[in-house]
């Protein structure tokens, strides 16, 4: 009687030991699978502001607020300036991820609405730094298709990311004896991050991200004597915080 009964309370213990272990180690979570999600977050960035003279190269264009940071645009010699951007920048995303043990590699969009801008003073310097006219530049929306590709810790998740950036950018100027000047146009370009992501529970996770945006340059022609061409660069930083909804594959 007394074997089965220690029979029984040994099959009973290795049965309260597996089930304990399964409490004290559940399954790593799988990132494998399409998500979509919202993000918002801020940019800013320093562009550089190129000037071509015309004949008379005595115009100087210096950021509005910020010359602090920010250095005048000269010619004759020619020397190039600087213009503060900031603003609101968040959208859509959607994805795919596979992982393969640690490893987890993906592709991912997104498209957002975009108020990042910054305007300039543009004065002339041999004229006691006379106002001569303003130019601005604004993007006005985004969208990127990236790689990622991260080391995954359970639910946290790890990453770099990168691939093609396209937006919308504007640039206007206007001087005096010279009529207004405008340019609106998409840009392509790349842009380069990474950021960590946790899962919240099996279908949620939420992210934090930084990237690195370049989509070229955006040129302004001028009829005035003084300028004939002002050339932006579009480039910025970007932090976006973000959710995203996950299902099974």
Known sequence: MKKPLLAAAALLATLSAAQAADIIEPAAYDWTGPYVGLQAGYGWGENDVIVEGGAEPTITIQSEGVAAFSDPVEFHPLKDGSIDMD?????????????????????????EFADIDGDT?????????????????????????????GFAFDRALLYATGGLAVGGVKVEASLAEASDASNKDTEWGWTVGGGLEYALTDDVSARIEYRYTDLGDTDLDMDNFAISQLEFENTFHAVRAGVSWHFSP
Do not use: C, K, M
């Not at 003073?121 to 590709?149: K, M, P």
């Open 87 to 111: 603003g609101f920048v968040g959208g859509l995303h959607a994805g795919y991820n596979w992982q393969s043990d640690s490893l987890v590699l993906g592709v991912e969009g997104d498209i």
């Open 121 to 149: 003073d543009i004065i002339h310097v041999d004229n006691d730094n006379e106002d001569e006219g303003d130019a601005s530049q604004e993007i006005d929306w985004l969208g990127s298709l990236r790689l990622r590709a």
